[in-house]
């Protein structure tokens, strides 16, 4: 992808360690959705997926923005 290429890129002679933690990193993203997704579905119901993917959508711009 496009943002693996940019960290091995930025991370010169490390570029092996650098694109590990990346892979690691979009593993770590997919577990804490599927499981973020199973306890919504647990206690609020199947309905409620698109409400919870909506809301980890804008905490994410809003953690974006604040990052800059």
Same mark, same amino acid.
């Not at 092996?16 to 993203?29: I, K, P």
């Given at each position: 992808? @496009?943002?693996?290429? /940019? ?17 690691? @990193?979009?593993?770590? $993203?997919?577990?804490? #959705?599927?499981?973020? #997704?199973? %306890?919504?579905? #647990?206690? %609020? ?11 980890? %959508?804008?905490? $994410?711009?809003?953690?974006?923005? /604040?990052? /800059?």
């Amino acid at each position: 992808s @496009a943002a693996q290429a /940019r960290v091995v890129e930025l991370a010169g002679d490390k570029a092996d360690v650098a694109s590990s933690v990346a892979v690691s @990193a979009f593993n770590v $993203g997919n577990a804490a #959705g599927a499981a973020v #997704g199973g %306890l919504a579905v #647990g206690a %609020l119901g199947i309905a409620s997926l698109p409400w919870v993917g909506i809301a980890l %959508l804008v905490l $994410g711009f809003v953690s974006a923005w /604040r990052a /800059r």
